[in-house]
T-cell receptor
Framework: SQTIHQWPATLVQPVGSPLSLECTVE??????LYWYRQAAGRGLQLLFY??????ISSEVPQNLSASRPQDRQFILSSKKLLLSDSGFYLC????????????FGPGTRLTVL | KQEVTQIPAALSVPEGENLVLNCSFT??????LQWFRQDPGKGLTSLLL?????REQTSGRLNASLDKSSGRSTLYIAASQPGDSATYLC??????????FGTGTRLQVFP
């Protein structure tokens, strides 16, 4: 069966510090991978998605970047965090032919102070 | 542009009640619709996926329906229990194959 991992689970970082969040998927190959952010009281916002190694699409202009160095690894980064980057970051995988169902990881709670 | 709306935003009911959560979407040219559950501080758990060719999908006490022509989906929860307390999210794909989420219905079932 497929599983998706995210770490760290929680993170508190000062403004201006770098960020690296990691997501890995097990039990599937060549998945579509997604990064979402969920701000307090708001819906999920798609940040990035990837259909393959090295292929990244950005949905909104922002202070963040994403990379996919391996088939089942998706990384969210920032060089300098802003207060507005605080939120709950969720990684998801999907793209099974015929169904396109998405499955989510446990999330990372990021607080920027 | 796909927009997804969920009503009500919050719901508090006594245990045992049957519930209906509503989801509306503006672009009916969808190939599926997905319902999720989110517990506080946790990720999303996929509950049901309804394909565009289906009208209903059932899993245990949960039943989801899809009416593309009216742009609506409903999640029916039978005989609600305190363990059903969570936020329920629906998501429909956009014309660019991305999932667009509603803001959710926060459900509390009290004993």
């Amino acid at each position: 069966s497929q599983t998706i991992h995210q770490w760290p689970a929680t993170l508190v970082q000062p403004v201006g510090s770098p960020l690296s969040l990691e997501c890995t998927v097990e039990g599937t190959s060549n998945p579509n991978l997604y990064w979402y952010r969920q701000a307090a009281g708001r819906g999920l916002q798609l940040l990035f998605y990837s259909v393959g190694i090295g292929q990244i699409s950005s949905e909104v202009p922002q202070n963040l970047s994403a990379s996919r160095p391996q088939d089942r690894q998706f990384i969210l980064s920032s060089k300098k965090l802003l207060l507005s980057d605080s939120g709950f970051y969720l990684c998801a995988w999907g793209g099974l032919a015929g169904e396109r169902e998405q499955f989510f990881g446990p999330g990372t709670r990021l607080t920027v102070l | 542009k796909q927009e997804v709306t969920q009503i009500p935003a919050a719901l508090s009911v006594p245990e045992g009640e049957n519930l209906v959560l509503n989801c509306s979407f503006t672009d009916s040219a969808i190939y599926n619709l997905q319902w999720f559950r989110q517990d506080p501080g946790k990720g999303l758990t996929s509950l049901l996926l309804i394909q565009s060719s289906q009208r209903e999908q059932t899993s245990g006490r949960l039943n989801a329906s899809l009416d593309k022509s009216s742009g609506r989906s409903t999640l029916y929860i039978a005989a609600s229990q305190p363990g059903d307390s969570a936020t329920y999210l629906c998501a429909a794909p956009s014309n660019t194959d991305k999932l667009i989420f509603g803001t959710g219905t926060r459900l509390q079932v009290f004993p």
